[in-house]
């Protein structure tokens, strides 16, 4: 193998990603048809699911494990999520964000981008219900002598029971480094580079406990399914379950981790970037 590989070889150069989201990519997600985009986003929900609830077993080895090595385990577990995303082609509400950059470069409108974003947002959400109901109605709760049922519900009720400005905070770091994920995964060029570009930010972030909207849509839909589910073995570890409805779903966590989740694509990828790759080339 030569000595001399330049970096074009390895791997797309920064500048040529930002391009390529501005100008490609990004674009093309904008002119889905309805139907298209709505379908592709009920894929990703589910895809995001599959990998929650990995995160969640991992999760319930913390007291063999010791708790850094448990959320490393689910962190690695659920990036699989964005990979079935990635190679698939499945439409994701938090990547999607990144569509912010053709509007900076006016190759998309406004209006086109909300568009996407509320289909691929409801897509995402669908999905993500489809897989908690599938789940709900199987013995996995008694998993581990309940315990992936234990852990299921205590992870809804913590999410529910963050102030607005700590679900908005998370939300932000969260995003940001899922769009990192999905930028190193376009510098890769090949099915291993790619499975690593994902990996590392999206397990970084999950093993944080950042507060991901997709991933919410199943984590904490997840946890009332089990609080409905009548389980009083698991149902009477707790004494707090009033504060896990549908309400504090939606307005105590959903929405400020939504806002969360754009901002941090928003300023934190989509300003920085094309500031540095696009707008000082324009000029």
Excluded at 164 to 174: D, E, N, T, V, Y
């Amino acid at each position: 193998m030569s000595e001399n590989i330049s970096f074009d070889e390895l791997c797309n150069k920064p500048n040529k990603i930002a391009s390529d989201f501005a100008f490609k990519s990004m674009p093309n997600k904008a002119s889905f048809s309805p139907l298209k985009a709505f379908v592709l986003a009920i894929a990703a929900g589910a895809f995001i699911a599959f990998g929650a609830q990995g995160s969640l077993i991992a999760a319930t080895g913390a007291d063999v494990m010791g708790f850094g090595l448990a959320k490393l385990l689910g962190g690695i577990v659920f990036s699989t999520g964005l990979m079935l995303i990635v190679f698939s082609g499945a439409e994701l509400f938090t990547g999607n964000a990144l569509i912010g950059i053709s509007v900076l470069e006016k190759k998309v409108s406004i209006w086109a981008l909300l568009k996407n974003w509320i289909l691929v947002y409801l897509g995402n959400f669908v999905g993500a219900l489809i897989v908690a109901f599938l789940i709900a109605n199987t013995t996995m709760y008694h998993g581990g002598y309940d315990a992936t049922g234990i852990i299921g519900l205590k992870t809804a009720i913590n999410k529910t029971n963050l102030t607005f400005g700590q679900a908005f905070c998370s939300g932000i770091l969260c995003n940001w480094l899922v769009c990192m994920a999905v930028w190193m995964a376009c510098a890769a060029r090949d099915v291993v580079g790619k499975i690593f570009a994902i990996l590392f930010p999206i397990a970084t972030f999950a093993m944080s406990g950042y507060e991901h909207c997709v991933a919410n849509m199943f984590m904490v839909s997840n946890g009332l399914f089990i609080k409905n589910g009548g389980n009083e073995a698991i149902l009477s570890l707790f004494n707090n379950l009033d504060t896990l409805t549908i309400k504090t779903f939606l307005v105590d966590n959903l929405i400020p981790v939504t806002l969360g989740n754009i901002i941090g694509a928003l300023i934190f990828v989509v300003g920085l970037f094309w500031v540095v790759y696009l707008k000082e080339k324009n000029n």
